[in-house]
Every structure is written in structure tokens, then in C-alpha cells.
């Protein structure tokens, strides 16, 4: 298990679009922001936890994370998934 490898792929100070890549056994740990969120699954295959709620999401599913919610997830399968952030995530700069 390690950390997801995480690439800018472009931004402005109004958004940002990040890939993440998972190997299997990688966490995205539960955390909140203040930013929201839209994941797309680019591949893969994982399972989220949101706000205590837990689904499982692969290759074409999207759905957004409002500010402020509790997330995190588990890769059960090698993947990429494409995050947009609204405004722009200055920590990940």
C-alpha cells in the first residue's frame, strides 16, 4: 500500500483538475474541504466513503463532493481517477 501519485493537469486560481493514480490497497484518507469536488473515473475500480455512506464507483462513473464533506476511499483495482476542484486547491501547489 502507498499513497496515490498525484499530477496537476492544469489550473486557475477559479479551478483545478488533478489525476490521481491508484494501485490496489491505496487509501485516499478521510478528509474534508472547503473546495467541492468532482471525481471521474478515468480506471479502476474503488469504493468511497462519503459523509458515512459507502458506494462502490469504476471506469465512467463521476459524482461530486459538496464543500465540506467527509470523504475518502480504497482502490480495489489499479486505476486513475480525474478530480476537479472549484476554487483551485492552493495546498496541492
Known amino acids: 500500500m502507498s499513497d496515490p501519485i498525484r499530477t496537476i493537469l492544469a489550473h486557475s486560481p477559479e479551478l483545478m483538475v488533478v489525476r490521481f493514480i491508484f494501485q490496489a490497497g491505496d487509501r485516499g484518507a478521510l478528509h474534508s474541504h ?13 469504493r468511497f466513503s462519503m459523509e458515512g455512506d459507502e458506494f462502490e464507483i469504476g471506469p465512467g462513473d463521476a459524482f461530486v ?18 478530480d476537479s476542484f472549484t476554487p483551485r486547491r492552493d495546498d496541492f501547489l
Not at 65 to 82: N, Q, R, T, V
Open 34 to 46: 472547503p473546495h467541492v469536488q468532482s471525481t471521474y473515473v478515468q480506471s479502476g475500480r474503488y
Open 65 to 82: 463532493i459538496p464543500s465540506g464533506a467527509e470523504h475518502g476511499c480504497l482502490c480495489l483495482e489499479p486505476g486513475e481517477l480525474i
